[in-house]
């Protein structure tokens, strides 16, 4: 066989392995780009004069998450689950469950690269008019609250910014802390139990983590614990208490952190704690931030 000939076969042969492996991966980029796209809905019958296709007010009013995740756990995660995590039984649809908001369909990040202002709109089409999922006869179906009239818009926004916050998406320079401090006080005599527990309703780890209670004026640090009294005492310099817990994941929690004190006067004063943490947006992007809780005294 002569050189050229060699060179020849060889050639064809690289080609007729290389073309079939070129053709799949066309065929995979031409589906990755047909389906990076947000899911659209499949609308329940609409309010006469509604137009399904088009988001409602709320897809540009930039919500508050900490109010919408109230008004999910009251009106959504009887179906989404608690912080959407989904998987509750669905029968008589395709899937079979109800799916998760958290994480959301990766369509949405797709198609939003991020983008809150898309992001929020791709949401809003299914808050605005209902979807019924696929299935001969499914028990559940994502009800229309915006053309029913079942929520407002403004907490039809409020919900959208915190399905967005469980995936890292947030309006820029609002409510940015996926995160809160739950608290609760009680007293006996002139003795009061401060207790605090961080959530993390972020979609990242809380990394860096430091809770600390300054407390308030008449009140002396007697004991503290965590996750109760006798475990893990805080780190005490006067009036200050601190505790480093580590990293708390995605969907978990942090605590109880428990402060007992005395007081002087009648009653014991609001105290307010503080968590300090890094966490980090969808596309991994690092911030510092704190949040801080509710001004706790015993009822």
């Known amino acids: 066989m002569t ?18 492996a070129m053709i799949v991966l066309a065929l995979a980029v031409t589906w990755q780009a047909a389906f990076a796209q947000a899911p659209t809905p499949n609308p329940l019958p609409n309010v006469t004069g509604v137009d399904i296709t088009k988001t409602g007010p709320a897809a540009t009013m930039m919500g508050d998450p900490l109010s919408g995740r109230a008004i999910f756990a009251t ?3 009887a179906c989404h689950n608690k912080l959407g995590v989904g998987n509750l039984p669905n029968p008589n649809s395709n899937d079979g469950t109800v799916p998760p908001v958290n994480p959301i369909d990766p369509g949405f ?11 929020a709109a791709d949401l809003d089409l299914f808050l605005q008019h209902g979807s019924r999922p696929a299935g001969p006869n499914p028990t559940l179906s994502m009800p229309a609250w915006g053309d029913t009239k079942g929520l407002t818009q403004q907490q039809i926004a409020d919900v959208e910014a915190y399905v967005m916050q469980l995936n890292g ?23 009061v139990t401060y207790t605090f527990t961080l959530v993390n309703d972020g979609s990242s780890a809380l990394t860096d ?3 600390q209670d300054t407390l308030p004026a008449g009140v ?7 996750p109760q009294l006798g475990e893990n005492p805080a780190q005490v310099s006067g009036s200050t208490v601190v505790w480093i817990p580590g990293d708390v994941p995605n969907g978990g929690s942090a605590g109880p952190f428990v402060i007992v004190a005395s ?3 009648s009653s014991a004063p609001a105290n307010v704690a503080q968590a300090l943490f890094h966490f980090q947006t969808w596309d991994g992007t690092d911030f510092a931030s704190s949040v801080v ?3 706790t005294s015993p009822k």
């Open 209 to 211: 983590v430091t809770l």
């Open 3 to 20: 050189k050229n000939r060699l060179v020849s076969r060889i050639t064809r042969h690289k080609w007729g392995i290389l073309l079939p």
């Open 169 to 191: 998406v947030y309006w820029p320079g609002h409510f940015y802390p996926p995160a809160e401090v739950q608290s609760s006080a009680v007293s006996s005599g002139n003795v």
């Open 109 to 119: 990040l797709e198609d939003s690269k991020g983008d809150p202002s898309i992001f």
């Open 220 to 226: 002396a640090y007697l004991d503290s614990g965590y």
């Open 263 to 265: 007081f002087s006067g």
């Open 75 to 77: 009106n959504c995660a």
């Open 293 to 295: 809780s509710a001004p």
